[in-house]
């Protein structure tokens, strides 16, 4: 934590899986030891002790905030449970780091955040790209965003791999599930998209689901996402300033082309960012003191997840409808 007259508070976690052990990571490597696991497998509950020392474990949530009366837990369950998770915690006042999505609906998303503010307990979203230190120094080398002028998105999904873990019905949700975060890269600096111009098709199975999206977000900035489930390819985003472009492809790289200069120069990220998955050791120190001051700091609260997720909502919806309409398609 940056403030060191507070205590280091006492964090629980929900959902012991790959995931689960990025956190660990961190949160040990701040010297916040995870006090104890719940999650609803035995055979999961018996690897958090035997892999990580987690002891103390639980099957419920309820059960585990009754009995160790956690400061706040990071939530890493399956990304269709993350709402009831949320929910559970935060109405028996217990802030939370959420992973993404923050709920299925923009409906949910928004009950969590009255919640939230109803228990006085923060929900900060887990959207670690937003904490990756390149996109921090692009910021600053633009001069603060609202320097910034326009964003875009390339995004992929591949459904054969994700069908092979998932059901038909969750592949149906991955904009909710993965593709948040490429549109909350984009929204994160945008602002909303109040009126979005949206196409969407279906070529066929399996999901072959293609997406366009642009407008002009409140703030002035044009923003651009395009997404493809029936080809390969990297994620890239984009930001615009004047007489700047600053890609990120892989997101966590940046390089910066500058208008009148030929070569492209690179911003390099943290050492904490290469030691550990980016953007989680600047995510669990800020959740750290959101769970010591059960504020989070502004930019980041869970009502900055809303515009994504309405954008996310918009485009499941549009490519449902024409997966419906397409020759062919089974249904989900």
Same mark, same amino acid.
């Given at each position: 934590?940056?403030?060191?007259?507070?205590?280091?508070?006492?964090?629980?976690?929900?959902?012991?899986?790959?995931?689960?052990?990025?956190?660990?990571?961190?949160?040990?490597?701040?010297?916040?030891?995870?006090?104890?696991?719940?999650?609803?497998?035995?055979?999961?509950?018996?690897?958090?002790?035997?892999?990580?020392?987690?002891?103390?474990?639980?099957?419920?949530?309820?059960?585990?905030?009754?009995?160790?009366?956690?400061?706040?837990?990071?939530?890493?369950?399956?990304?269709?449970?993350?709402?009831?998770?949320?929910?559970?915690?935060?109405?028996?006042?217990?802030?939370?780091?959420?992973?993404?999505?923050?709920?299925?609906?923009?409906?949910?998303?928004?009950?969590?955040?009255?919640?939230?503010?109803?228990?006085?307990?923060?929900?900060?979203?887990?959207?670690?790209?937003?904490?990756?230190?390149?996109?921090?120094?692009?910021?600053?080398?633009?001069?603060?965003?609202?320097?910034?002028?326009?964003?875009?998105?390339?995004?992929?999904?591949?459904?054969? &791999?994700?069908?092979?873990?998932?059901?038909?019905?969750?592949?149906?949700?991955?904009?909710?599930?993965?593709?948040?975060?490429?549109?909350?890269?984009?929204?994160?600096?945008?602002?909303?998209?109040?009126?979005?111009?949206?196409?969407?098709?279906?070529?066929?199975?399996?999901?072959?689901?293609?997406?366009?999206?642009?407008?002009?977000?409140?703030?002035?900035?044009?923003?651009?996402?395009?997404?493809?489930?029936?080809?390969?390819?990297?994620?890239?985003?984009?930001?615009?300033?004047?007489?700047? &472009?600053?890609?990120?492809?892989?997101?966590?790289?940046?390089?910066?082309?500058?208008?009148?200069?030929?070569?492209?120069?690179?911003?390099?990220?943290?050492?904490?960012?290469?030691?550990?998955?980016?953007?989680?050791?600047?995510?669990?120190?800020?959740?750290?003191?959101?769970?010591?001051?059960?504020?989070?700091?502004?930019?980041?609260?869970?009502?900055?997840?809303?515009?994504?997720?309405?954008?996310?909502?918009?485009?499941?919806?549009?490519?449902?409808?024409?997966?419906?309409?397409?020759?062919?398609?089974?249904?989900?």
């Amino acid at each position: 934590m940056t403030d060191p007259s507070l205590p280091m508070p006492r964090i629980s976690l929900v959902g012991y899986g790959r995931i689960a052990l990025k956190h660990l990571e961190v949160f040990q490597a701040l010297g916040c030891p995870i006090a104890s696991v719940c999650d609803a497998s035995a055979d999961r509950r018996r690897a958090a002790a035997s892999e990580s020392g987690l002891a103390r474990s639980y099957a419920s949530v309820a059960e585990m905030i009754e009995a160790e009366r956690p400061d706040g837990i990071v939530a890493c369950v399956s990304f269709d449970q993350n709402f009831s998770v949320a929910h559970a915690a935060v109405s028996r006042g217990v802030p939370v780091l959420l992973e993404k999505p923050p709920g299925l609906s923009a409906a949910e998303c928004r009950g969590l955040l009255d919640l939230s503010s109803r228990r006085g307990a923060p929900i900060l979203p887990a959207f670690n790209r937003r904490h990756y230190s390149v996109l921090r120094k692009a910021l600053e080398d633009a001069g603060g965003a609202a320097n910034v002028t326009e964003t875009s998105v390339v995004w992929t999904e591949e459904p054969e &791999r994700l069908l092979k873990r998932y059901s038909r019905l969750q592949v149906s949700r991955m904009v909710f599930a993965n593709t948040i975060h490429g549109l909350d890269m984009m929204t994160h600096l945008s602002g909303p998209i109040p009126q979005p111009a949206l196409t969407a098709r279906s070529l066929g199975e399996p999901f072959r689901w293609q997406a366009l999206l642009h407008g002009v977000s409140d703030r002035g900035v044009l923003a651009s996402f395009a997404s493809s489930w029936d080809s390969p390819g990297g994620w890239r985003f984009v930001f615009c300033t004047r007489g700047r &472009r600053y890609t990120f492809a892989p997101l966590e790289t940046c390089s910066v082309e500058e208008r009148g200069q030929g070569a492209t120069r690179r911003i390099e990220p943290d050492d904490c960012d290469r030691r550990f998955k980016p953007g989680f050791f600047e995510q669990a120190r800020m959740f750290l003191e959101v769970a010591s001051t059960r504020r989070v700091p502004a930019g980041f609260g869970l009502e900055t997840a809303i515009p994504a997720m309405e954008l996310a909502e918009r485009i499941t919806e549009a490519c449902l409808a024409a997966h419906r309409a397409a020759p062919g398609s089974a249904p989900i």
